[in-house]
């Protein structure tokens, strides 16, 4: 067969897709990985890499807060120092976010919904925190708009109506410092590939030390006898990230829930 008639049939298929471009039509036309139109791209995996305490009290600074309370002879608080302020108090962590790509196109991350639970096997409503976080091009201009960056119509993606009963300020985005409004930044995946979203956090520190203060037993104990101790705060981290494509629209994944625990020492 002479080369021009082999190359025939590839010169008429590019000048079909050309011309379905053109036309915005061809909806049988489909690419592997590629979202079906009306529809939405394969469903990217999401799992959480890692929770990083950043910044906490010491467990001699836990002591000295904690010892006024609860030792019966207040001169056994004097191993312990003075009772630190609110500020030295302060519990913030970083959640690092893995996202799998396996579409054909680039997916931007717009927002993320993490929850928090502190001691997940103790029942109430205080040790739960839930927060929106809205990410756009400019992140230093980035309005953080909760009402619907985390919401989903979707049965199986877990939102902010999920987590309802969430303790008002236990749980709050944090974004000061060039290296946090990163974090605010679209993150956008490349096909074919695994990037990290990373958000920091953090937690009201008079509830957590209320919850630490009611299910650390053991440890407040050893602090009303005047001994030197650590205390262990189990955790759990549960939510959704939301996608979007051009001219396909919005969507939402969910992650697995991570446990773990926190050690201060």
């Given at each position: ?25 061809c ?17 990217p ?128 985005a ?23 979203v ?21 440890s ?46």
């Open positions: 067969m002479p080369t021009d008639a082999r190359r025939l049939p590839i010169v008429r298929g590019a000048l079909f897709v050309a011309l379905c471009a053109l036309a915005a039509g909806a049988g036309l489909q690419w592997p990985g590629m979202p079906v139109p009306g529809g939405q791209p394969p469903t995996h999401v799992s959480v890499a890692e929770v990083r305490l950043v910044r906490a009290p010491t467990a001699q600074m836990m002591a000295g807060y904690y010892c006024a309370r609860v030792a019966p002879n207040p001169l056994l608080c004097l191993a312990f120092g003075g009772v630190p302020s609110r500020e030295q108090m302060s519990f913030a962590f970083d959640v690092g976010l893995d996202v799998e790509n396996v579409a054909e196109v680039p997916l931007p991350v717009v927002s993320a919904l993490v929850a928090f639970t502190a001691y997940p096997d103790a029942r109430g409503q205080q040790n739960l925190g839930a927060a929106c976080i809205t990410m756009c091009d400019d992140p230093a201009t980035c309005p953080q708009d909760t009402t619907t960056s985390c919401e989903s119509s979707e049965p199986e993606i877990r939102d902010l109506s999920d987590f309802g009963r969430a303790a008002a300020g236990f749980l709050l944090v974004a000061t410092g060039e290296e946090r409004l990163e974090n605010l930044r679209i993150r956008t995946i490349a096909p074919r590939s695994t990037a990290r990373s958000v920091r956090l953090q937690l009201d520190p008079e509830q957590v030390l209320g919850l630490v203060r009611q299910l650390a037993t053991e407040l104990q050893a602090i009303s006898s005047g001994r030197r101790t650590t205390f262990t705060i189990p955790y759990q981290v549960e939510g959704s990230i939301w996608l979007t494509v051009e001219h396909f629209g919005r969507f939402a994944a969910s992650f697995p829930t991570y446990r773990g625990e926190w050690v201060i020492r």
